[in-house]
């Protein structure tokens, strides 16, 4: 069975660009959170969708969004890019319930 | 959510056992207890989820003692290739929203 994708795997963007990332998850996992881990401040949960639906959201500012498809695939959104953004992004889905939540490879997103 | 205290970081030898623990004092009713690994530019990857008492996988085993207040992660016989980060958590209501801490940085010397 597949693991959890993540596109593209590296990124480099410009401050004040916009940045979209996606995310497969496992197949039938209804479930994907998303995750910023820098070295400052570690990982940290930015938000989950289930069903297409925000679930929980992180204590992040409006410039990170997202969003979820029909087929539980997920993007996420980064507008006006700051320096401070460059992070490794990383999702995650699970099936629900208490079963383990899996990993994708993240995103390396460096903003210049 | 219940804040988890675990060592920064710990050193060991090849084919000893190590044991990290982790403090969870305000756990609750209905927390489980949850280990991940990481490995540099990788994704966390789940290792063992317990409630209480003593659950063993094939990788390591995580003691919890009759409070909760604490728990052990157990991975006997280290490689070098046990060299990583691993994260302690506690949770409620599934794995959708984790709270990592700073974890605890394990070095595998030959």
């Known amino acids: 069975k597949a693991g959890v994708t993540q596109t593209p795997r590296y990124l480099i963007k410009t401050r004040g660009q916009q940045v979209t990332l996606s995310c497969s998850p496992i197949?039938?996992?209804?479930?994907v959170s998303w995750y910023q881990q820098t070295p400052g401040q570690g990982l940290q949960f930015l938000f989950e969708y289930f069903s297409e639906t925000q679930r929980n959201k992180g204590n992040f500012p409006g410039r990170f969004s997202g969003r979820q498809f029909s087929n539980s695939r997920s993007e996420m959104n980064v507008s006006t890019l700051e320096l401070g953004d460059s992070a490794l992004y990383l999702c995650?889905?699970?099936?629900?319930?208490?079963?383990?939540?899996?990993f994708g490879q993240g995103t390396r997103l460096t903003v210049v | 959510l219940a804040k988890t205290t675990q060592p920064i970081s710990m050193d060991s030898y090849e084919g000893q056992e190590v044991n990290i623990t982790c403090s969870h004092n305000n756990i609750a009713t209905n927390d489980y207890i949850t280990w991940y690994q990481q490995f540099p530019s990788q994704g966390p990857r789940f290792i063992i989820q317990?409630?209480?008492t003593k659950v063993t996988n094939e990788v390591a085993s995580l003691f919890i003692p009759a409070d909760r207040k604490s728990s052990t992660l157990s991975l006997p016989r280290v490689s070098l290739s046990d060299t990583a980060v691993y994260y302690c958590?506690?949770?409620?209501?599934?794995?959708?929203?984790?709270?990592f801490g700073a974890g605890t940085r394990l070095a595998v010397h030959p």
């Open positions: 197949s039938g996992h209804r479930s």
């Open positions: 317990g409630y209480k």
């Open positions: 995650a889905s699970s099936s629900g319930g208490n079963t383990e939540a899996f």
């Open positions: 958590l506690v949770f409620s209501g599934g794995y959708n929203k984790l709270i």
